[in-house]
Nanobody, 123 residues
């Protein structure tokens, strides 16, 4: 069974950057996609970004307007996000997610979900 280890959430000040990392163990197939979905108060789930191992592609959602950079270590099944210029509206729960074999539809539909990590942006 897949196991998620998410890290990097916490409190940041407006304008600062934040790094989130997710390592997934127990992946069952050669082609997989690991992404991040966030749940912001007052809004539905929003796809932040996703990496697909089948072709090495990275996809970005529109929710953070280009303030996201994905980095990966495919051998370790680790996908990290650098979130820049964080704003209070970015506060919420950020979930690491997994799909076989491609990124989820609209970057929000995934087979497996991690427990989530809380992000709070406040001065």
């Amino acid at each position: 069974e897949e196991q998620f280890v998410e890290s990097g959430g916490g409190l940041v000040q407006p304008g600062e950057s934040l790094k989130l990392s997710c390592t997934v163990s127990g992946i069952r197939f050669d082609s997989w996609a690991i992404g991040w979905v966030r749940q912001v108060p007052g809004k539905g789930r929003e796809g932040v970004a996703c990496f697909a191992s089948s072709d090495g592609s990275k996809r970005y959602g529109s929710s953070m307007g280009g303030r996201v950079t994905v980095s990966t270590d495919s051998t370790k099944k680790t996908v990290s996000l650098r979130l820049d210029n964080m704003q209070p509206d970015d506060s919420g729960e950020y979930f690491c997610v997994l799909n076989y074999p491609y990124c989820g539809a609209s970057l929000v539909q995934y087979h497996k979900w991690g427990q989530g990590t809380q992000v709070r942006v406040s001065s």
